[in-house]
């Protein structure tokens, strides 16, 4: 009887470690199965996708204009807008037999000039005073003489075609080159966006002034290379603004020095320990992101763990109701939307704090313990904050691109170039502003020692 019961518990243990093996094959499963679906991982780090199966009962619709579909043409330009008319008619032995009307078939078409660029030489008159020998020389405008070689327009358009078009100084070079017929060494060209870089700089620092007085943030962070040595170029922006800021660390330290100890804003971010010990620290209001909690939540549905798996597709399915109703806000009175959404809103507090016994699901539902659960439904309360954070990842898409094709920066002058333009090109296009010109008009401001724009 001894000996079967110790073969009892020796099989009973063997199955308990079996059991616990399973489970740790199932989370290493599952943390291999992650991808830019079910987590926060970027597209690019899908090795392999999935291949889209195809609707066979939907016909492939034709490239280009579709039947039906009004016909968009260019609207013409003005007759003040063209330069040159050159007028084309028969022969007179070929119109004998025809009436010539007042009407014409035109083609307008844009030509390049011939030289594309214009050379003007300031000449500044010497005198000499005849008592003491000492050379006088005639006064030069100031944007002439600081400016140099290029003038305020090529240099605003070399800092246009780096920051807004991507465009490395080779490619740069070899558009003045081959299209403008101008040659200009690689030197001229980084020059030129230091000036730029240099005129920028007020104001880059009138934003940087404001940030701490925003109602409303939201912010976010994505690598970058300096000589080699990992980076981080964050990104804070509001609807009327956006601000880029690069710095060695990733941490609160980077939110403490920029925003202050005293921000009475909200901000809205990911889930990353920096924000989190922010808002810890100084008592700050947070909007967690709704669309990283999902890619969390879908991670756990895609384990293979059968109580994750349900409890997941639970918490997915309540939150599909919330953003059907979110989206529908128009079709309800105020009153019946905040009763749907609070209702919704318990509903999933419900069950997240409900998790079944597994570490991955006690580790989420600590999230929600208490009054931290209003840092993902803050929204609801103030219409003015999104639940997600799209808005700021997409603004990091611009530096995203420019990072893979420059490879980053080498010092402390391309970083203050970086974050300079990038805040310049988001903020115009979020104010409905013209880059080149706003630019153009900061180098004439910063030259002539006048206010910026």
């Known amino acids: 009887m001894t000996d079967k019961d110790a073969f009892i518990a020796q099989l009973q243990d063997e199955n308990r470690q079996l059991r616990e093996m399973i489970r740790r094959l199932q989370e290493e499963l599952a943390r291999l199965k992650k991808n830019s679906g079910n987590s926060s991982k970027p597209p690019s780090s ?32 003005a007759p003040e807008q063209v330069d040159k008319v050159i007028e084309y008619e028969f022969r007179a032995t070929d119109a004998e037999a025809l009436e010539p009307l007042d009407d014409w078939y035109v083609v307008q078409q844009v030509t390049l000039p011939e030289k594309c660029y214009t050379v003007v030489e300031h000449r500044a008159r010497k005198y000499r005073d005849p008592r003491t020998g000492r050379i006088h020389i005639a006064p030069m405008p100031d944007e002439i ?8 327009d090529i240099t605003a358009a070399i800092a246009f075609m780096k920051g807004a078009c991507h465009m490395s100084y080779s490619t740069i070079q070899q558009f003045f080159k081959e299209v403008i017929r101008l040659e200009l060494s690689r030197g001229v060209l980084c020059k030129a966006t230091q000036k730029v870089s240099q005129a920028l700089s007020g104001p880059y620092q009138q934003l940087l002034d404001y940030l701490p007085h925003a109602s409303h943030l939201g912010i976010d962070e994505t ?3 300096d000589a080699g040595r990992l980076h981080w170029t964050w990104c804070f922006q509001t609807p009327l603004y956006s601000l880029f800021h690069i710095d060695a ?10 925003l202050g100890e005293d921000f009475a804003g909200i901000i809205g971010c990911d889930y990353w320990g920096a924000y989190r010990k922010y808002a810890r620290l100084f008592n700050v209001w947070v909007q967690y992101c709704m669309a990283h909690l999902i890619r969390d939540i879908r991670f756990l549905t895609d384990s293979g763990v059968k109580p994750l798996a349900r409890w997941g597709q639970t918490l997915l399915a309540w939150l599909k109701k919330l953003f059907d109703t979110l989206h529908r806000r128009a079709r309800y009175r105020e009153p019946t939307f905040t009763r749907k959404m609070l209702t919704i809103k318990q509903g999933f507090l419900k069950r997240m704090r409900r998790p079944p016994d597994h570490a ?22 103030e219409p ?10 997409r603004e990091i898409r611009h530096t995203v691109i420019d990072r893979r ?3 980053g920066t080498r010092g402390q002058a391309g970083i203050q170039w970086c974050q300079r333009i990038w805040t310049t090109i988001a903020t115009c296009k ?4 013209n880059v080149f010109r706003f630019i153009h008009q900061c180098l004439i401001a910063h030259w002539t020692d006048s206010p910026c724009p």
């Open 249 to 258: 660390s990733r941490g609160s330290k980077v939110l403490i020095r920029i």
């Open 405 to 407: 094709i420059t490879q």
């Open 430 to 433: 979020k104010q409905q502003q």
């Open 360 to 381: 991955l699901a006690k580790k989420l539902a600590r999230r929600f313990k208490g009054r931290a659960a209003e840092n993902y439904f803050r929204f609801l309360a």
């Open 223 to 225: 690598g970058h290379k």
């Open 145 to 152: 003489r600081t400016g140099g070689l290029l003038g305020a």
């Open 46 to 77: 899908d090795i392999v996708k999935p291949q889209k199966c195809a609707d066979k009962r939907r016909k492939k619709r034709k490239r280009g204009a579709q039947p039906g579909h009004r016909k968009n043409t260019r609207i013409s330009f």
């Open 384 to 393: 003015a904050i999104e639940p997600t954070n799209n808005s700021t990842e």
